[in-house]
Protein backbone atom coordinates (compact mmCIF):
# COMPACT_ATOMS: atom_id res chain seq x y z
CA UNK A 1 0.00 0.00 0.00
CA UNK A 2 1.38 3.42 -1.00
CA UNK A 3 1.82 6.14 1.93
CA UNK A 4 -0.11 8.95 1.87
CA UNK A 5 1.02 12.35 0.59
CA UNK A 6 0.86 15.36 2.75
CA UNK A 7 -1.21 17.96 1.44
CA UNK A 8 -0.68 21.54 3.31
CA UNK A 9 -4.25 22.95 4.02
CA UNK A 10 -4.47 26.95 4.95
CA UNK A 11 -8.15 27.66 5.14
CA UNK A 12 -9.99 31.22 4.08
CA UNK A 13 -12.05 30.78 7.40
CA UNK A 14 -9.92 32.38 10.52
CA UNK A 15 -10.24 32.16 13.96
CA UNK A 16 -10.42 35.54 14.89
CA UNK A 17 -9.81 38.79 13.21
CA UNK A 18 -5.98 39.16 13.05
CA UNK A 19 -3.65 39.03 11.10
CA UNK A 20 -2.30 35.75 12.88
CA UNK A 21 -5.15 33.76 11.91
CA UNK A 22 -5.68 34.72 8.16
CA UNK A 23 -4.63 33.66 5.02
CA UNK A 24 -1.19 35.12 4.45
CA UNK A 25 0.23 33.50 7.61
CA UNK A 26 -0.89 30.22 6.60
CA UNK A 27 0.57 30.79 2.90
CA UNK A 28 3.88 31.65 4.45
CA UNK A 29 3.36 28.88 6.87
CA UNK A 30 2.74 26.60 4.07
CA UNK A 31 5.69 27.54 2.28
CA UNK A 32 8.43 26.87 5.42
CA UNK A 33 5.99 23.14 5.68
CA UNK A 34 6.49 22.59 1.29
CA UNK A 35 10.75 23.34 2.60
CA UNK A 36 12.20 25.23 -1.08
CA UNK A 37 15.64 23.79 0.93
CA UNK A 38 15.86 21.49 -2.06
CA UNK A 39 16.30 24.58 -4.11
CA UNK A 40 19.91 24.96 -4.36
CA UNK A 41 21.39 28.03 -4.91
CA UNK A 42 21.54 30.25 -8.47
CA UNK A 43 19.17 27.68 -8.95
CA UNK A 44 16.86 29.23 -12.28
CA UNK A 45 12.96 28.47 -10.57
CA UNK A 46 10.37 28.80 -12.79
CA UNK A 47 6.94 29.37 -11.48
CA UNK A 48 4.55 28.54 -13.70
CA UNK A 49 1.22 30.40 -13.89
CA UNK A 50 -1.44 31.24 -16.00
CA UNK A 51 -1.28 35.04 -16.07
CA UNK A 52 -5.13 35.17 -17.24
CA UNK A 53 -6.23 36.88 -20.91
CA UNK A 54 -7.58 40.38 -21.58
CA UNK A 55 -9.87 40.49 -18.96
CA UNK A 56 -9.87 37.41 -17.12
CA UNK A 57 -8.06 38.63 -13.82
CA UNK A 58 -9.14 36.06 -11.37
CA UNK A 59 -5.90 34.32 -11.32
CA UNK A 60 -3.61 34.09 -8.38
CA UNK A 61 -3.48 37.41 -6.87
CA UNK A 62 -0.27 39.02 -6.86
CA UNK A 63 0.16 39.74 -3.26
CA UNK A 64 0.70 35.88 -2.45
CA UNK A 65 2.84 35.41 -5.50
CA UNK A 66 4.92 37.63 -4.20
CA UNK A 67 5.40 36.29 -1.31
CA UNK A 68 6.21 33.66 -3.15
CA UNK A 69 8.69 34.58 -5.13
CA UNK A 70 10.48 36.36 -2.22
CA UNK A 71 10.84 33.00 0.01
CA UNK A 72 12.27 31.39 -3.58
CA UNK A 73 15.10 34.09 -3.24
CA UNK A 74 15.23 33.38 0.83
CA UNK A 75 16.65 30.10 0.04
CA UNK A 76 18.78 31.49 -2.78
CA UNK A 77 17.08 30.77 -5.94
CA UNK A 78 16.61 33.00 -9.14
CA UNK A 79 13.10 32.63 -9.55
CA UNK A 80 10.79 33.86 -12.89
CA UNK A 81 7.24 33.40 -13.32
CA UNK A 82 6.29 31.87 -16.86
CA UNK A 83 3.22 31.58 -19.19
CA UNK A 84 2.44 31.83 -22.54
CA UNK A 85 3.39 35.20 -24.79
CA UNK A 86 0.21 36.77 -24.88
CA UNK A 87 -0.56 36.50 -21.18
CA UNK A 88 3.16 37.22 -20.11
CA UNK A 89 3.12 40.86 -22.79
CA UNK A 90 -0.39 41.79 -21.58
CA UNK A 91 0.01 40.61 -17.55
CA UNK A 92 0.81 44.08 -16.73
CA UNK A 93 -2.91 44.49 -17.58
CA UNK A 94 -3.90 42.23 -14.61
CA UNK A 95 -1.58 43.32 -12.31
CA UNK A 96 1.30 41.04 -12.61
CA UNK A 97 5.27 43.04 -13.48
CA UNK A 98 8.73 42.58 -12.21
CA UNK A 99 7.88 44.92 -9.67
CA UNK A 100 4.81 43.67 -8.24
CA UNK A 101 5.92 40.12 -8.35
CA UNK A 102 9.13 40.64 -7.35
CA UNK A 103 10.89 38.74 -10.18
CA UNK A 104 10.85 38.47 -14.21
CA UNK A 105 8.40 37.14 -15.88
CA UNK A 106 9.18 35.30 -18.80
CA UNK A 107 7.57 34.12 -22.05
CA UNK A 108 7.75 29.91 -21.74
CA UNK A 109 8.57 29.53 -25.26
CA UNK A 110 10.30 32.75 -26.07
CA UNK A 111 9.38 35.80 -27.90
CA UNK A 112 7.95 33.81 -30.91
CA UNK A 113 6.94 30.72 -29.11
CA UNK A 114 9.31 28.44 -31.07
CA UNK A 115 11.95 27.57 -28.39
CA UNK A 116 10.50 24.28 -27.80
CA UNK A 117 11.70 20.64 -27.40
CA UNK A 118 10.02 18.52 -29.48
CA UNK A 119 8.84 15.38 -27.27
CA UNK A 120 7.56 11.98 -28.21
CA UNK A 121 4.08 11.24 -27.07
CA UNK A 122 2.11 8.98 -29.00
CA UNK A 123 -1.34 8.80 -27.69
CA UNK A 124 -3.99 8.41 -30.59
CA UNK A 125 -3.78 10.87 -32.90
CA UNK A 126 -1.02 12.81 -31.36
CA UNK A 127 2.65 11.79 -32.14
CA UNK A 128 4.99 14.40 -30.66
CA UNK A 129 4.44 17.45 -28.91
CA UNK A 130 6.48 20.85 -28.56
CA UNK A 131 7.14 21.58 -24.90
CA UNK A 132 7.98 24.89 -24.06
CA UNK A 133 11.74 25.47 -24.06
CA UNK A 134 12.11 28.07 -20.82
CA UNK A 135 10.24 25.55 -18.43
CA UNK A 136 12.66 22.89 -20.02
CA UNK A 137 15.68 24.85 -19.08
CA UNK A 138 14.34 25.55 -15.61
CA UNK A 139 16.37 23.63 -12.69
CA UNK A 140 12.89 23.81 -10.35
CA UNK A 141 9.60 24.20 -10.59
CA UNK A 142 6.36 25.69 -8.94
CA UNK A 143 3.06 24.59 -10.20
CA UNK A 144 1.29 27.54 -9.15
CA UNK A 145 -2.30 27.28 -9.51
CA UNK A 146 -5.74 28.59 -9.33
CA UNK A 147 -8.25 26.17 -9.10
CA UNK A 148 -11.48 26.42 -11.36
CA UNK A 149 -13.97 24.71 -13.47
CA UNK A 150 -13.08 24.08 -17.75
CA UNK A 151 -14.75 23.54 -20.24
CA UNK A 152 -13.39 19.87 -21.47
CA UNK A 153 -12.39 18.30 -18.54
CA UNK A 154 -14.83 19.74 -16.01
CA UNK A 155 -11.87 21.33 -13.54
CA UNK A 156 -8.23 22.73 -14.32
CA UNK A 157 -5.65 22.99 -12.08
CA UNK A 158 -2.31 22.01 -11.50
CA UNK A 159 -2.31 19.25 -14.22
CA UNK A 160 -3.80 21.46 -16.61
CA UNK A 161 -1.15 24.32 -15.51
CA UNK A 162 1.68 21.62 -17.10
CA UNK A 163 -0.08 19.87 -19.56
CA UNK A 164 -1.28 22.56 -21.71
CA UNK A 165 0.69 25.21 -20.00
CA UNK A 166 3.97 23.77 -20.81
CA UNK A 167 3.68 23.49 -24.48
CA UNK A 168 3.74 25.92 -27.51
CA UNK A 169 0.32 27.20 -28.73
CA UNK A 170 0.01 25.03 -31.74
CA UNK A 171 0.55 21.96 -29.42
CA UNK A 172 -2.01 23.12 -27.09
CA UNK A 173 -4.92 24.06 -29.61
CA UNK A 174 -4.02 21.71 -32.24
CA UNK A 175 -2.69 18.97 -30.99
CA UNK A 176 -3.68 18.35 -27.43
CA UNK A 177 -7.13 19.94 -27.89
CA UNK A 178 -7.22 18.22 -31.03
CA UNK A 179 -7.49 14.52 -29.34
CA UNK A 180 -10.86 14.60 -29.57
CA UNK A 181 -11.04 14.63 -33.25
CA UNK A 182 -9.00 10.89 -32.71
CA UNK A 183 -12.34 9.31 -30.96
CA UNK A 184 -15.31 8.65 -33.62
CA UNK A 185 -18.62 9.38 -32.88
CA UNK A 186 -20.32 9.88 -36.16
CA UNK A 187 -21.40 7.65 -38.77
CA UNK A 188 -21.50 9.50 -41.66
CA UNK A 189 -22.57 6.95 -44.17
CA UNK A 190 -25.79 6.72 -41.87
CA UNK A 191 -26.56 10.48 -41.75
CA UNK A 192 -27.62 12.79 -44.66
CA UNK A 193 -27.28 16.55 -45.18
CA UNK A 194 -30.37 17.40 -43.85
CA UNK A 195 -30.12 15.06 -40.73
CA UNK A 196 -27.01 16.29 -40.15
CA UNK A 197 -28.29 20.10 -40.34
CA UNK A 198 -31.13 19.25 -37.53
CA UNK A 199 -28.92 17.79 -35.22
CA UNK A 200 -26.84 20.93 -35.38
CA UNK A 201 -30.14 22.77 -34.77
CA UNK A 202 -31.06 20.50 -31.73
CA UNK A 203 -27.88 21.67 -30.11
CA UNK A 204 -28.78 24.25 -27.48
CA UNK A 205 -24.88 24.57 -26.60
CA UNK A 206 -23.40 25.14 -30.84
CA UNK A 207 -21.22 22.03 -29.65
CA UNK A 208 -22.53 20.49 -33.12
CA UNK A 209 -21.05 22.03 -36.35
CA UNK A 210 -21.50 20.89 -39.51
CA UNK A 211 -19.19 21.12 -42.83
CA UNK A 212 -21.60 20.64 -45.52
CA UNK A 213 -18.74 20.63 -48.58
CA UNK A 214 -17.15 17.58 -46.66
CA UNK A 215 -20.25 16.04 -45.40
CA UNK A 216 -18.60 16.15 -41.34
CA UNK A 217 -20.49 16.56 -38.57
CA UNK A 218 -17.83 17.80 -35.42
CA UNK A 219 -18.73 17.31 -31.87
CA UNK A 220 -16.94 20.03 -29.60
CA UNK A 221 -15.76 18.78 -26.52
CA UNK A 222 -15.65 22.23 -24.94
CA UNK A 223 -19.12 23.12 -25.28
CA UNK A 224 -20.99 19.85 -24.99
CA UNK A 225 -22.92 19.20 -21.66
CA UNK A 226 -22.84 14.93 -22.57
CA UNK A 227 -25.45 13.04 -20.16
CA UNK A 228 -26.81 16.65 -18.97
CA UNK A 229 -28.35 17.52 -22.10
CA UNK A 230 -28.63 14.58 -24.89
CA UNK A 231 -30.92 16.46 -26.87
CA UNK A 232 -29.10 15.54 -30.34
CA UNK A 233 -29.53 12.20 -29.12
CA UNK A 234 -33.19 12.34 -29.00
CA UNK A 235 -33.16 13.97 -32.93
CA UNK A 236 -31.39 11.17 -33.74
CA UNK A 237 -32.92 8.11 -32.50
CA UNK A 238 -34.96 7.44 -35.99
CA UNK A 239 -31.37 7.25 -37.29
CA UNK A 240 -28.69 6.46 -34.75
CA UNK A 241 -25.40 7.94 -36.40
CA UNK A 242 -24.20 9.96 -33.51
CA UNK A 243 -22.75 8.94 -30.20
CA UNK A 244 -21.99 10.98 -26.86
CA UNK A 245 -19.74 8.33 -25.36
CA UNK A 246 -17.21 8.68 -22.42
CA UNK A 247 -14.10 7.64 -24.62
CA UNK A 248 -14.74 11.21 -26.04
CA UNK A 249 -14.58 12.73 -23.00
CA UNK A 250 -11.42 11.08 -21.12
CA UNK A 251 -9.36 11.01 -24.07
CA UNK A 252 -8.52 14.82 -23.18
CA UNK A 253 -8.07 14.10 -19.21
CA UNK A 254 -5.87 10.86 -20.16
CA UNK A 255 -3.69 13.29 -23.07
CA UNK A 256 -3.48 15.87 -19.78
CA UNK A 257 -2.23 13.37 -17.34
CA UNK A 258 0.45 11.90 -20.42
CA UNK A 259 1.98 15.74 -21.03
CA UNK A 260 1.89 17.16 -17.36
CA UNK A 261 4.53 13.90 -16.65
CA UNK A 262 6.47 15.06 -19.83
CA UNK A 263 7.01 17.85 -17.96
CA UNK A 264 7.59 16.95 -14.46
CA UNK A 265 9.86 14.26 -15.79
CA UNK A 266 12.65 16.81 -16.92
CA UNK A 267 12.46 18.27 -13.26
CA UNK A 268 14.46 16.63 -10.33
CA UNK A 269 11.67 14.85 -8.15
CA UNK A 270 12.92 17.29 -5.13
CA UNK A 271 12.77 20.05 -7.38
CA UNK A 272 8.71 20.51 -7.59
CA UNK A 273 6.35 21.74 -5.46
CA UNK A 274 2.58 22.23 -5.90
CA UNK A 275 0.49 25.02 -4.64
CA UNK A 276 -2.97 25.44 -5.78
CA UNK A 277 -5.23 28.39 -4.91
CA UNK A 278 -9.04 27.86 -4.17
CA UNK A 279 -10.29 31.43 -4.39
CA UNK A 280 -12.74 32.57 -7.12
CA UNK A 281 -13.52 29.52 -8.39
CA UNK A 282 -15.09 31.00 -11.45
CA UNK A 283 -16.91 27.86 -13.75
CA UNK A 284 -14.61 28.48 -16.73
CA UNK A 285 -10.72 28.37 -17.39
CA UNK A 286 -8.64 31.66 -16.86
CA UNK A 287 -8.43 31.63 -20.94
CA UNK A 288 -11.27 32.69 -21.44
CA UNK A 289 -10.37 36.17 -21.04
CA UNK A 290 -13.53 37.41 -18.96
CA UNK A 291 -14.62 38.63 -15.37
CA UNK A 292 -16.32 35.15 -14.44
CA UNK A 293 -18.72 34.92 -10.75
CA UNK A 294 -17.14 32.21 -8.88
CA UNK A 295 -19.86 29.17 -7.63
CA UNK A 296 -18.29 27.92 -4.73
CA UNK A 297 -17.41 29.72 -1.55
CA UNK A 298 -13.59 30.71 -1.56
CA UNK A 299 -11.87 27.77 0.45
CA UNK A 300 -8.09 28.44 0.97
CA UNK A 301 -4.93 27.08 -0.77
CA UNK A 302 -3.29 24.29 -0.58
CA UNK A 303 0.69 22.97 -0.92
CA UNK A 304 2.35 19.34 -1.65
CA UNK A 305 5.16 18.18 -3.22
CA UNK A 306 2.79 15.54 -4.61
CA UNK A 307 0.75 16.96 -7.39
CA UNK A 308 -1.99 14.35 -7.67
CA UNK A 309 -2.69 14.23 -4.06
CA UNK A 310 -3.20 18.38 -4.19
CA UNK A 311 -5.42 18.00 -7.22
CA UNK A 312 -7.62 15.02 -5.24
CA UNK A 313 -7.73 17.17 -2.02
CA UNK A 314 -8.52 20.08 -4.38
CA UNK A 315 -11.32 18.44 -5.99
CA UNK A 316 -12.69 16.71 -2.84
CA UNK A 317 -13.31 20.67 -0.96
CA UNK A 318 -14.40 21.89 -3.75
CA UNK A 319 -17.38 18.71 -3.62
CA UNK A 320 -17.68 19.76 0.10
CA UNK A 321 -17.88 23.13 -0.34
CA UNK A 322 -20.63 22.40 -3.45
CA UNK A 323 -22.14 25.16 -5.77
CA UNK A 324 -23.69 28.58 -4.81
CA UNK A 325 -26.55 28.12 -6.83
CA UNK A 326 -27.08 31.99 -6.98
CA UNK A 327 -24.06 32.14 -9.01
CA UNK A 328 -24.40 29.90 -11.46
CA UNK A 329 -24.82 32.22 -14.67
CA UNK A 330 -27.56 31.37 -16.82
CA UNK A 331 -26.00 30.24 -19.84
CA UNK A 332 -25.53 26.70 -17.85
CA UNK A 333 -29.22 25.60 -19.04
CA UNK A 334 -28.77 21.70 -17.63
CA UNK A 335 -27.40 21.85 -14.01
CA UNK A 336 -28.16 19.37 -12.26
CA UNK A 337 -28.70 20.37 -8.62
CA UNK A 338 -30.37 17.00 -7.03
CA UNK A 339 -28.94 16.28 -4.11
CA UNK A 340 -30.09 13.00 -4.10
CA UNK A 341 -27.52 12.08 -6.84
CA UNK A 342 -24.00 12.22 -6.38
CA UNK A 343 -21.88 14.05 -8.23
CA UNK A 344 -19.05 16.49 -7.89
CA UNK A 345 -20.13 20.08 -8.30
CA UNK A 346 -17.97 20.44 -11.74
CA UNK A 347 -19.70 17.51 -12.93
CA UNK A 348 -23.23 19.34 -11.80
CA UNK A 349 -21.76 21.78 -14.09
CA UNK A 350 -20.15 20.37 -16.97
CA UNK A 351 -22.06 16.83 -17.41
CA UNK A 352 -20.44 13.98 -15.43
CA UNK A 353 -18.58 12.84 -18.51
CA UNK A 354 -16.15 15.35 -17.63
CA UNK A 355 -16.19 13.65 -14.55
CA UNK A 356 -12.91 16.14 -12.51
CA UNK A 357 -11.76 13.33 -11.08
CA UNK A 358 -10.94 11.52 -14.49
CA UNK A 359 -7.38 13.13 -14.34
CA UNK A 360 -6.90 12.42 -11.25
CA UNK A 361 -6.96 8.38 -11.72
CA UNK A 362 -5.18 8.73 -14.99
CA UNK A 363 -1.92 10.93 -13.16
CA UNK A 364 -2.23 8.12 -10.67
CA UNK A 365 -1.62 5.36 -13.28
CA UNK A 366 0.68 6.81 -15.20
CA UNK A 367 2.90 7.67 -12.22
CA UNK A 368 2.81 11.22 -11.49
CA UNK A 369 1.96 10.75 -7.46
CA UNK A 370 -0.75 9.05 -5.35
CA UNK A 371 -4.26 9.95 -4.81
CA UNK A 372 -4.10 9.06 -1.01
CA UNK A 373 -3.26 12.14 0.76
CA UNK A 374 -3.24 13.56 4.40
CA UNK A 375 -4.73 16.79 4.74
CA UNK A 376 -2.59 19.03 7.51
CA UNK A 377 -4.14 22.24 7.94
CA UNK A 378 -2.04 24.95 9.16
CA UNK A 379 -3.58 27.65 11.72
CA UNK A 380 -6.88 26.17 12.00
CA UNK A 381 -9.35 28.45 13.15
CA UNK A 382 -9.57 26.66 16.34
CA UNK A 383 -6.51 27.08 17.20
CA UNK A 384 -6.16 31.11 16.54
CA UNK A 385 -9.37 31.45 17.64
CA UNK A 386 -7.41 30.54 21.21
CA UNK A 387 -4.57 32.53 20.68
CA UNK A 388 -3.83 35.86 22.63
CA UNK A 389 -5.61 38.46 20.75
CA UNK A 390 -3.47 41.39 19.39
CA UNK A 391 -2.60 44.43 21.15
CA UNK A 392 -3.10 46.73 17.95
CA UNK A 393 -5.01 46.24 15.04
CA UNK A 394 -5.14 49.50 13.45
CA UNK A 395 -2.87 51.93 12.32
CA UNK A 396 -2.78 55.01 14.16
CA UNK A 397 -0.10 56.80 12.99
CA UNK A 398 1.70 56.79 10.02
CA UNK A 399 4.13 53.44 10.58
CA UNK A 400 5.82 53.54 6.94
CA UNK A 401 6.06 49.63 6.80
S1 LIG B 1 -25.28 16.31 -25.72
FE1 LIG B 1 -26.28 18.33 -25.85
S2 LIG B 1 -24.57 19.75 -25.87
FE2 LIG B 1 -23.74 17.76 -26.45
S3 LIG B 1 -23.83 17.72 -28.66
FE3 LIG B 1 -25.69 16.75 -27.90
S4 LIG B 1 -27.16 18.41 -27.86
FE4 LIG B 1 -25.18 19.37 -27.98
Redesign the pocket.
Known sequence: MSEKAKVYFGSIQQGQDAIFAALAVKIDKIIELLDFSTIKKRDKVAIKMHLGFQDGHQTVPVFFVRRIVKAVKRVGGWPFITDNPTAVYNAVDRGYTQETCGCPIIPAAGVKDGYVHSVSVGYNNVDTLEMSGVIHDADALIDLTHAKGHACSGYGGAIKNLALGGYSAPSRWNKIHGVEHSIPYWDAKKCTPEHAQALVK????N??KYDAEKHKLS?LLY????QL?????EADKEVGCLE?KPEFFAAFQELMAITSKKVLDTFDENKRFFVNFILQVTPHCDCMGMIQPSVVADIGVLGSRNIVAIENATLDLIAKAGLIEQTIPPYFKHVNLDPNIDLHPFERLWGSMKNPYLVVGFAEQYGLGTRKYELVEVLPPEETGKMEPPKQVYERQPSFY
Open positions: ACPYALLACRNCLECLI
